[in-house]
Every structure is written in C-alpha cells, then in structure tokens.
C-alpha cells in the first residue's frame, strides 16, 4: 500500500510558518481523500485538514484562514502550508489518505509513519 514520509518540521517562532511536504511511495491518484493531522503529549490525535482528489478541501476550526492543504497528484506530494503560527500547534503532524463511505469521507486507513516535529516558540 502507500506510505507516506512527513518532513519540514522545525522550530518557527509565534507568527512564523512552516511549509510541510507529505510524500507518497507511489501514485496518490486513486486516493479520495487525503489528510493531514497533529498529535500533542496528553491530547487525542487531532485531524487539521484533507483534500479530495478533486481539490475540495476542509479544515479544523483552530487551523481555518491560517492552514492550506493541496495535493499533487503529479508528484505524489501532499502539502500544508502554515502562516501565523501559534505555540498551540506545537504537535507532530502526519498525514493519511481516507475513501469515500457513501458520500463522506471515511476514518483514515493508511499507516501511521514517523511524522514531523512542529515546534513554535519564542
């Protein structure tokens, strides 16, 4: 199956951004939805945002305005682009892929890979 590599993590300070490749062991085209989600020690790994194969996207309330999503098929390359960077979004950040249960996006069903390291900071 595809598996995904997070990088471009780092330390940012408060207002900074960070931009985040996903890249995929092979061709991401027939994925219907693919997603980016976070995880912080103590709290439930929280989904940010995904994209359909479309380029319809949505996002979590907390990232709205600030977070962008897109994906290349081309490329086999997933982004997401952070602006106004909070200490809150301080997480390991990973993506997966969801399928269409009906007319919905479905729970993810990739593996989970290594993530990235988001930390922001003064």
């Known amino acids: 199956q595809v598996q995904f590599v997070e990088s471009g993590g780092g330390l940012v300070q408060p207002g900074g951004s960070l931009r985040l490749p996903c890249a995929a062991s092979?061709?991401?085209?027939?994925?219907?939805?693919i997603a980016w989600y976070r995880h912080s020690p103590g709290k439930q790994r929280e989904w940010v945002a995904q994209?359909?194969?479309?380029?319809?996207?949505n996002y979590a309330g907390s990232v709205r305005g600030r977070f962008t999503i897109s994906r290349d098929n081309a490329t086999n390359t997933v982004w997401l682009q952070m602006h106004s960077l909070k200490p809150e979004d301080t997480a390991v950040y990973y993506c997966?892929?969801?399928?269409?249960?009906?007319?919905?996006?479905?729970?993810?069903?990739?593996?989970w890979g290594q993530g990235t390291q988001v930390t922001v900071s003064s």
């Open positions: 092979g061709n991401i085209f027939s994925l219907a939805y």
């Open positions: 994209v359909s194969n479309s380029g319809s996207t």
């Open positions: 997966n892929y969801k399928r269409l249960i009906g007319n919905s996006a479905g729970p993810p069903i990739g593996s």
